[in-house]
């Protein structure tokens, strides 16, 4: 019987040793997971895979509130920012920061062809999204930059400038295709 316990205590002491002996060097990854996750949770909400619960998110924060309503934040990327697009032809809504399970933009499930370049002209984005079951398509940009943007579908166009600045809105639900 003590050759049990000690083998126990043993173990005990052996696996709390190991946990404490992070020297550090997983950091880096460890960063990346939560950014993934973040992300994945982003895009879990905006998708509709969660519906017990509503979702809205900053430019700094993604903030979830329970059935009981109970809130729950996460801090963002520090280096990406979210923004959601709806573009319209005829209805619109007005928003600054985008409710994930709750906004509807008119363009449900449309191919888009979308560009997006920063002031020096680099392109960032240049590829065809579909739009989501809510109208949206979402994405990740650098933070702290203005950005044009230029949204081509069906044979009409607008180009518009959005930001990434902190308190910049999330929600962009202003271009209006022509």
Not at 23 to 34: I, L, R, V
Not at 49 to 74: C, G, H, K, P, W
Not at 152 to 169: A, L, P, R
Request: charged share 25%; hydrophobic share 35%.
């Amino acid at each position: 019987m003590k050759l049990k316990i000690s083998a126990v205590i043993m173990l005990l002491v052996a696996a709390f040793l190991v946990a404490c002996n992070d020297d550090g060097t997983n950091e880096e990854s460890a960063s990346k997971k939560e950014t993934t996750d973040i992300k994945q949770l982003v895009q879990d909400y905006s998708v509709g895979e969660i519906t017990d619960q509503s979702a809205s998110i900053t430019s700094q924060e993604l903030i979830v509130t329970d059935a009981d309503n109970s809130e729950t934040i996460y801090d963002l990327p520090k280096d990406e920012f979210f923004v959601s697009i709806a573009p319209f032809i005829e209805q619109t809504h007005p928003c600054t920061n985008h409710s994930l399970t709750g906004c509807q933009g008119e363009m449900v499930e449309k191919d888009f062809d979308v560009l997006i370049e920063d002031t020096d002209g680099n392109v960032i984005v240049d590829k065809t999204v579909t739009s989501q079951k809510n109208g949206f398509f979402d994405l990740w940009l650098p933070r702290d930059k203005t950005y044009r943007v230029v949204i081509t579908h069906d044979g009409k166009q607008v180009e518009s400038e959005i930001s990434t600045f902190e308190n910049d809105g999330t929600c962009i639900t202003t271009m209006q295709l022509t």
